[in-house]
């Protein structure tokens, strides 16, 4: 018995019959449905925002209501004062402007912006070990854990990539995990609480349109009420304290925009820098390009191009389609020893039991005690500090060691068989 060698039981694998009963009971849900992120879904998983979407009514908010006090109160005077449907034109003008700057809010705040799917399991460690070191290596002689940072080569420079321990993936060049979405997004620049949502790969086109198309339009109202001011001083011949009391409208929107143009003029300039040299916001912050080199930096001309002028990529994620919950597998494919995901709590499977080949619904809690029940039979032959026998009565210790044929069943269903026919051949040299 001292010479025996045992090893690890093979992975579990479920019987065809068990698993056409799961995939034929199992619930279908959509992807948007059983999202692990923290995202926001409207009309049926088409649309797609942020947690903070509520602050999207507020963006709204801040842009329409100056261009409807326009439209009401400053917008007649300046009807009546031009020739020719001009001062229609103008008004025309500003609420085109204003959908069109809307439609562009709703463009980058109601899409994926380039969600990196998240994986089921951890990846494999390279075969090769390439990837590993020996301050990785499991402890206890267990298996060797993932690094924390992978080189990958992009233009001819070395740049390292984290493992995202929530998504279970390295991170592609570029990527960075939203604390707020809590997903993965390429060519992260950051998250954006005036429009609720990520700004990434597949929307920051549209962001960079909408913060300079508001500027455009904040310059446009700003003019036009400095307009009517003159105007009204002129035809009252008074000054310009006298024109504010006159259009206190006027006055209010001047103040408005002038600061609004400041807040979205200095985003605009500064995201045109990084369109430039080819950055996002998060390296700029993070990295600092400016003292080095800058992998990505292609020229001027080249960077302007991939931003404005290529196509945008196709979303990763199809959140209508239908995925069934995850019950055709109690626990990592890596080992039988590894904790249960929680979700696997919820669900059950159906197994057969000895006997007259009755079928009974097992859940994961109830499965989770049947396997211990059965490993702690197998481990006490394995433990080299147990004597060969003990103080329990003959009858007492037979119980113990025998397995019910449920259990027997259980354990051939599951993989776990090789440590009952152990168990047996040890029995009987006692």
């Known amino acids: 018995m001292e010479g025996k060698i045992y090893t690890t039981p093979p992975p579990p694998q479920l019987s065809d019959s068990n698993r056409r009963i799961i995939e034929t009971t199992a619930p279908s849900k959509r992807v948007y449905q059983a999202w692990k992120g923290s995202n926001r879904f409207f009309l049926g998983g088409r ?23 326009f439209a009401a109160f400053v917008s007649q005077r300046l009807v009546d004062e031009f020739q020719h449907h001009l001062g229609n034109f103008i008004v025309s003008v500003a609420v085109v402007f204003t959908i069109y700057v809307l439609l562009l809010l709703f463009l980058t705040s ?32 267990g298996p060797p854990s993932l690094p924390p940072t992978k080189d990958v080569l992009v233009n001819g420079v070395v740049v390292k990539v984290k493992y995202c321990h929530t998504c279970m993936l ?28 990520c700004i990434g790969k597949r929307n920051y086109r549209f962001f960079f349109m909408f913060v300079s198309s508001t500027t455009l339009l904040c310059l446009y109202v700003f003019s036009f009420c400095w307009v009517n001011l003159r105007k009204i001083m002129q035809a009252y011949d008074c000054n310009i304290w006298r024109a504010f009391l006159k ?30 040299t080819n950055q996002t916001t998060y390296e700029n912050f993070r990295y600092r390009y400016d003292g080095k080199m800058n992998p990505y ?14 196509k945008v990529p196709i979303s990763k994620n199809k959140f209508r389609a239908k995925v069934k919950e995850d019950s055709t597998t109690f626990t990592s494919s890596r080992s039988m020893g590894r904790t249960m995901s929680p979700d696997l709590a919820k ?10 080949g009755k079928r009974q619904a097992v ?55 090789t440590g009952i026919k152990e168990r047996e051949k040890i029995q009987g040299t006692l």
């Open 47 to 69: 649309l797609i925002f942020g947690p903070d979407v509520r602050s999207l009514m507020v963006t709204v908010g801040l842009i329409v209501i100056p261009v409807i006090f």
């Open 110 to 141: 109601g899409r994926d912006p380039g969600i990196v799917p998240r994986n089921a399991y951890p990846p494999e460690p390279d075969e090769d070990g390439s990837n590993l070191s020996s301050d990785w290596a499991g402890s206890q002689g």
């Open 170 to 197: 390295y991170r592609p060049p570029r990527c960075s995990h939203c604390s707020i979405c809590n997903n993965c997004v390429e060519r992260f620049d950051h998250h954006c609480p005036w429009v609720g949502q």
């Open 247 to 276: 259009s206190p409208v006027s006055g209010i929107l001047i103040i408005y925009t002038f600061i609004a143009a400041w807040f979205v003029g200095g985003l605009t300039a500064f995201h045109l820098y990084l369109i430039c």
């Open 297 to 310: 930096n292609r020229g001027c001309i080249q960077n302007i191009k991939e931003i404005f002028f290529s």
């Open 347 to 356: 669900t059950s499977v159906d197994i057969e039991m000895g006997g007259g």
């Open 363 to 417: 859940n994961a809690e109830e499965f989770e005690e049947i396997q211990s029940q059965i490993e702690s039979v197998i481990g006490s032959e394995r433990c080299p500090t147990e004597p060969a026998h003990t103080s329990w009565g003959g009858s007492a210790h037979k119980g113990n060691w025998e397995i019910s044929p449920d259990l027997q069943m259980l354990a051939a269903e599951f993989g776990m068989e």
